[in-house]
C-alpha cells in the first residue's frame, strides 16, 4: 500500500501473528527468556506522525535460533524451576543479609571445636581457657541485640525457615539474659590483670623519666649554658638588643641549631662549650634521652582513660554480681578488683605529681601534657646529642692518621 500522507495518523498496530515472520515465530513460541533486557526509550505517540516509524515496517528477517543463542538463556525444567524458585527464597528472614553472612563465618570458625554453636556460646560465658580474649570478644559480637532478641521470640514461624545464623541467634535469644553484657563481663575478668600491669608499667615509666630530669645536675648546666648563649645574641650582640632573659622554654631550646655562624651552629657551640667546661656532660644526652623516650612513648594522658574504663568495667560486674546473673566467683573477682584499682589511682595521682613537679622545675605551663613536655626534652636532647657527637669525628680521624 502507498505511505500515508504527512500528518495522517499512524495506521492500526498489526493484529496477533503478523508482521515479519521472525517476530511472529518468536512470540508464537518463546521457548528462551533473554538474559539482559534491551533498556530503550519509545518515541512519544505524538512524534509518530510523518516519522520513518510511521512508515511500513521494513525490517529484514530476524534468525531468531542465533538470536536465542547468544541473548537468551534456555527455560528451566518444572523441577528445576521450583528448586530455583526455592533456592531464591532461601536466606534470612529476620536479620539482614550482612549480618547473617558475619554470624554464619564466626560459627563456621568453632564449628570444629565445638559439637553445637550453644556449646560454644557456653563455654564463652563460662569464661572458658579453651576460648582466647580474641575469640571471646568475637563470639560476644553475635549474639543478639536486644532488639533482634525481640523480634526472634515473637517469630511463630517454622524453624526450617531461619537459616543457621539465624537458629544459633533464635537459641541464643531463647536462653534469656543480657548475653552481650555478660560476655563484656568475662572478657573484662580476662583482661583486668594484663590492663592493670599495662597502667602500672606506664605509671612506673614516667617517675622514673621525671626522677631523671629532676635529679640530673648536669641538666641545669647546659640550660643555663644555653640561655647565656640567647642573650649574648639577644641582649648583648644584637643591633637591637632586648631585655636578658632569666630563661628560655624548652620548645625554642632546638632553635639553637637554626642559628648559624662561620661553619657552625649554635648547638654545636653550646656542645663544644659545655665539653671543653665538664668533659663528663658529653655523656648527659646518651644517659637521659631513655628514659625520657620512653617516657614520651607510653603516653601517660592515656592512663587515665584506661583506668576510667577499669571503672566501668567494675561497675558492670558489680551489677551483674547484684543481679540474677551474678555467681559468687564474679562477686570475688569484683571485690578483688575494686580493691586493685583503688590502689593504681593512687599509683596514678603520686605520678600526676611528678609530672607537674618536673613541669615546675622546668619552667614550664602546668597544663602542658606530660606527652608534650617529653617530647621537647626528648628533641633538645637528640639535636644536643648529635651535637656532642660530632666532636668525637675529628679525634678519631686524628687517631686513624
Known amino acids: 500500500p502507498p505511505p500515508p500522507l504527512f500528518g495522517a495518523p499512524p495506521p492500526p498496530p498489526l493484529p496477533p501473528g503478523a508482521g515479519p515472520p521472525a517476530l511472529a515465530a518468536a512470540a508464537m513460541v518463546q521457548k528462551s527468556k533473554i538474559a539482559k ?28 535460533a542465533a538470536f536465542e543463542e547468544l541473548f537468551c538463556t534456555a527455560p528451566a525444567a518444572p523441577g528445576e524451576a521450583k528448586a530455583a524458585g526455592k533456592a531464591a527464597a532461601a536466606g534470612p528472614a529476620i536479620i539482614d543479609l550482612r549480618r547473617a553472612n558475619n554470624v554464619s563465618i564466626i560459627l563456621k570458625r568453632f564449628a570444629r571445636r565445638f559439637p553445637t554453636s550453644m556449646a560454644m556460646l557456653r563455654a564463652a560465658l563460662a569464661g572458658s581457657d579453651a576460648l582466647s580474649v580474641e575469640e571471646l570478644h568475637l563470639i560476644r559480637s553475635i549474639v543478639p541485640t536486644p532488639v533482634e532478641a525481640r523480634k526472634f521470640r515473637v517469630y511463630l514461624g517454622p524453624a526450617d525457615k531461619l537459616d543457621p545464623a539465624e537458629r544459633f541467634m533464635q537459641e541464643a535469644a531463647a536462653a534469656g539474659g543480657d548475653l552481650a553484657t555478660q560476655l563484656s563481663a568475662v572478657v573484662f575478668m580476662r583482661e583486668f590483670k594484663d590492663s592493670v600491669t599495662s597502667v602500672r608499667g606506664r605509671l612506673e ?52 641549631r637554626d642559628t648559624r655562624g662561620a661553619g657552625t ?7 663544644r662549650t659545655v665539653a671543653d667546661r665538664d668533659p663528663a656532660l658529653r655523656r648527659l644526652a646518651d644517659e637521659l634521652l631513655p628514659p625520657v623516650e620512653r617516657a614520651r612513648q607510653c603516653e601517660f ?14 561497675g558492670l560486674l558489680s551489677g551483674l554480681a547484684k543481679s540474677a546473673d551474678g555467681s559468687p566467683d564474679r562477686r570475688a573477682f569484683s571485690a578483688r578488683a575494686q580493691h586493685d584499682l583503688s590502689r593504681t589511682r593512687q599509683e596514678h595521682a603520686l605520678a600526676a605529681e611528678h609530672v607537674q613537679r618536673v613541669l615546675a622545675f622546668y619552667g614550664e605551663d602546668s597544663r602542658t601534657p606530660a606527652t608534650t613536655f617529653f617530647d621537647r626534652i626528648a628533641a633538645f636532647l637528640r639535636v644536643l646529642g648529635e651535637s656532642f657527637k660530632k666532636l668525637e669525628q675529628p679525634a678519631k680521624s686524628s687517631r686513624v692518621r
Open 37 to 64: 533486557r534491551v533498556h530503550v526509550n519509545a518515541v512519544p505517540v505524538d512524534r509518530l506522525a510523518g516519522s520513518v516509524w510511521a512508515a511500513p515496517r521494513a525490517a529484514l528477517p530476524v534468525d531468531t
Open 205 to 256: 615509666v614516667v617517675q622514673a623519666a621525671c626522677d631523671a630530669l629532676l635529679q640530673s645536675q648536669g641538666m641545669p648546666v647546659v640550660l643555663h649554658t644555653a640561655v647565656e648563649l640567647s642573650n649574648l645574641s639577644n641582649a648583648v650582640y644584637a643591633a637591637h638588643t632586648t631585655a636578658r632573659s632569666s630563661g628560655v622554654t624548652l620548645e625554642s631550646l632546638t632553635k639553637l
Open 265 to 271: 651552629n649554635m648547638m654545636d657551640f653550646l656542645a
Open 301 to 314: 594522658e592515656a592512663a587515665a582513660g584506661e583506668l576510667a574504663k577499669l571503672d566501668e568495667g567494675i
